[in-house]
């Protein structure tokens, strides 16, 4: 099924170590995005791009990094996991384009954990 | 101030009630989006508005551009209508969605 892939589903870290969230989307869309969602707070925008070999920060950027090679995949890495990094993380892809509206496709979420 | 607020923050019904869920913003914004996000579960498109009315089986969403507000009407509410609704705003100046922190929507038998 068309649609965005999020992987994996639920993730324990430990403190310091490094790991890779991964999004893929068959639908062509030119810009994806990473959120964090954390109880009592809507979801903040970690980093996203508006096509292959553009990315830029969102509201939260700060210990995570990303990058697009392709159109079709977005992946988020944790540098060096901190207690503050526990959330849940939605990818979310979309037709581009400044001042269009075009629906969101979000992934199923990853739950991670860091202790 | 949130840039977009939604109340109320939790609601509860009795199965068959319609249901309102409100959502102000203080942004120019491109569009707006109405979420659903299950327990456990990912997130859902439910409307996107950018002027007047949509409708998707029970569920209604209505926006006015001028009043900077949109509501999310739900007919004859059912248990399994039970899920977190988000409202969402396309920043017209950023490009960005901003997001609401969401009402816990309660049906019960």
């Known amino acids: 099924n068309a649609g965005v892939t999020q992987t994996p589903k639920f993730q324990v870290l430990k403190t310091g170590q490094s790991m890779t969230l991964q999004c893929a989307q068959d639908m062509n869309h030119e810009y994806m995005s990473w959120y964090r969602q954390d109880p009592g707070m809507g979801l903040r925008l970690i980093h996203y791009s508006v096509g292959a070999g553009i990315t830029d920060q969102g509201e939260v950027p700060n210990g995570y990094n990303v990058s697009r090679s392709t159109t079709e995949d977005f992946p988020l890495r944790l540098l060096s996991a901190a207690p503050s990094q526990t959330s849940v993380y939605f990818c979310a892809s979309s037709y581009g384009g400044h001042g269009t509206s075009y629906g969101y496709t979000f992934g199923s979420g990853t739950r991670l954990t860091v202790v | 101030k949130n840039e977009v607020e939604q109340s109320p923050q939790n609601l509860t019904a009795q199965e068959g009630e319609f249901i309102t869920i409100n959502c102000s913003y203080s942004v120019g914004i491109s569009a707006l989006h109405w979420l659903q996000q299950h327990p456990g579960g990912g997130i859902v498109s439910l409307f996107m508005?950018?002027?007047g009315k949509k409708k998707h089986g029970r569920l209604i969403a209505t926006i006015n551009i001028q009043e900077k507000h949109s509501s999310l009407h739900i007919t004859a509410s059912h248990p399994r209508d039970s899920a977190v609704y988000i409202c969402a705003v396309r920043s017209y100046n950023t490009d960005k969605l901003i997001f609401g922190t969401g009402t816990r929507l309660q049906v019960f038998p």
């Open positions: 508005l950018s002027s």
